[in-house]
């Protein structure tokens, strides 16, 4: 069984990941800051992303309450870009 266990690291190339707690395969969810971000955010880079992340679980736990399947995903056939309503 799966750890339910998980952590925030950062990636050797900055990016900030959710992973299962010990375990190295593929992140959860990964958050790539720009440089512009960074400039702005500091050293309060890993706060944001544990804000970002909280509330994405949050949401995803409310969705799941009110069995949300109406979501609706716009994808652009020129990109690899989905856009959600």
Do not use: W
């Amino acid at each position: 069984m799966p750890s339910s266990l998980f952590e925030i690291i950062e990636l050797p190339n900055g990016d900030i990941a959710l992973q299962r707690a010990g375990e190295e395969g593929e992140p959860v969810v990964c958050i790539r800051f720009s440089q512009e971000s960074l400039y702005f955010l500091r050293e309060s880079k890993f706060e944001v992303a544990k804000a970002m992340i909280e509330a994405g679980l949050e949401a995803a736990s409310e969705m799941a309450e009110r069995d949300e399947s109406t979501i609706e995903f716009e994808v652009d056939s020129d990109s690899d870009t989905q856009t959600i309503h």
